[in-house]
């Protein structure tokens, strides 16, 4: 395989450890990008049907008006499954954050304009943000989102985040943190829909501010943890039934406990 063809090449890799994200626009095809928003559509719709009845349900829901979160998504649909291993993304994956990666978190998010929201700006990751392993915070989590409508314009509540931020030694003011708008150093990811974006669990980041009136902001995220990490309730989510119809390969990225008999292995 040529150098070009080889990713993450050495310009992305530069730019990943420089700055902690990286940006992979139009990396999905957009017929898959179609398929992924029909998915989207009707775990959204049947997840607030199951909220709003009272109905158990895998995961954890939260509804906001219009807007909706959903968490533990690998079940809902087959397609989010696919997901896991998508292997285009996989190289990236194994060579930024580790060669043998287990499943972190999944959850897809769909937002509406919301005029005068606030940011939240935060880190990813147990113990605040695993700020008690000192400075410079280790790459623990490698997230993933994947926008699935066109963010090409700022203003769509687009992921915010401050670039080399992971390798700070000190945290953003609190007063800017608490500002509607970005501060000095933060910016907006822009982005076409099927892009995806990688970043580091100790990037800052924050959903960002709603200056356009049309139009809505719908993302679906993978997080991706180290083979000897148990950082996510996720793993304790899915049934039985549901760790039984992996493909082996998928059983590769959960831990040998959850499946029933357990496996005898680490990684």
Request: charged fraction near 20%; charge should be negative; hydrophobic fraction near 35%.
């Amino acid at each position: 395989m040529s150098e070009e063809r080889q990713h993450p090449n050495t310009s992305e890799r530069f730019f990943w450890d420089n700055s902690g994200y990286l940006v992979l626009k139009n990396f999905l095809p957009a017929e898959l990008v179609a398929r992924l928003l029909e998915a989207t559509d009707s775990a959204i719709t049947n997840r607030r049907s199951k909220k709003e009845q009272g109905v158990s349900h895998t995961g954890m829901t939260h509804i906001n008006g219009d807007d909706t979160r959903i968490f533990y998504i690998l079940d809902d649909d087959p397609l989010f499954l696919e997901l896991l291993n998508y292997p285009p993304l996989m190289p990236y994956v194994y060579e930024l954050l580790n060669p043998k990666p287990h499943h972190h978190a999944s959850d897809v998010i769909v937002e509406h304009p919301q005029k005068g929201r606030g940011m939240g700006w935060h880190l990813d990751g147990h113990d605040d943000g695993f700020r008690n392993l000192g400075y410079p915070i280790p790459l623990l989590q490698l997230k993933v989102g994947y926008y699935l409508t066109d963010m090409t314009e700022p203003g769509r509540g687009n992921l915010c985040i401050v670039p080399g931020s992971h390798r700070a030694k000190y945290e953003p003011d609190k007063a800017d943190r608490q500002n509607t708008e970005l501060f000095d150093g933060a910016i907006q990811v822009c982005a076409p829909a099927g892009s995806v974006v990688l970043f580091h669990n100790a990037l800052w980041h924050s959903g960002g501010p709603w200056t356009q009136e049309t139009g809505a902001r719908i993302m679906l995220y993978m997080a991706y943890e180290h083979p000897w990490m148990i950082a996510s309730q996720e793993h304790w989510g899915y049934t039985k039934e549901f760790y039984q119809r992996l493909t082996p390969e998928q059983r590769s990225f959960f831990h040998g406990f959850v499946f029933d008999p357990p496996e005898a292995r680490w990684g």
